[in-house]
């Protein structure tokens, strides 16, 4: 199983970014997926999360109404719009896939991890 992020770069006060994460070897469409990050020299943080029929999402507070999570299950993919960035969402950025259907933001619930993509504002 490979998850691999892309989307990220550097983006200036205010702006916007896309970022996909592709999964293969396993397909994910009835499973919970989601977003972390790790800014230099803190933990790592979870962002967003839907679950396994994208019936439900869940967002930290600090990206609630900036941050949209989706996906698109034939393309086994899972997406984090970001707009209205700022230097607090400095990180890298990690996709997460849980072999469970219900989305939490405890980490230890994803078993499968991307390597990340940074994002720099």
């Known amino acids: 199983v490979q998850l691999v992020e892309s989307g990220g770069g550097l983006v200036q006060a205010g702006g916007s970014l896309r970022l996909s994460c592709a999964a293969s070897g396993r397909t994910f469409s009835s499973n919970a997926m989601g977003w972390f990050r790790q800014a230099p020299g803190k933990e790592r943080e979870f962002v967003a999360a839907m679950s396994g029929n994208g019936g439900s999402t869940y967002y930290a507070d600090s990206v609630k109404g900036r941050f949209t999570i989706s996906r698109d299950n034939a393309k086994n993919a899972v997406y984090l719009e970001m707009k209205s960035l700022n230097a607090e969402d400095t990180a890298v950025y990690y996709c997460?896939?849980?072999?469970?259907?219900?989305?939490?933001?405890?980490?230890?619930?994803?078993?499968?991890w991307g390597q990340g993509t940074q994002v720099t504002e």
């Open positions: 997460a896939a849980s072999l469970f259907v219900t989305a939490t933001s405890r980490s230890s619930a994803y078993q499968y």
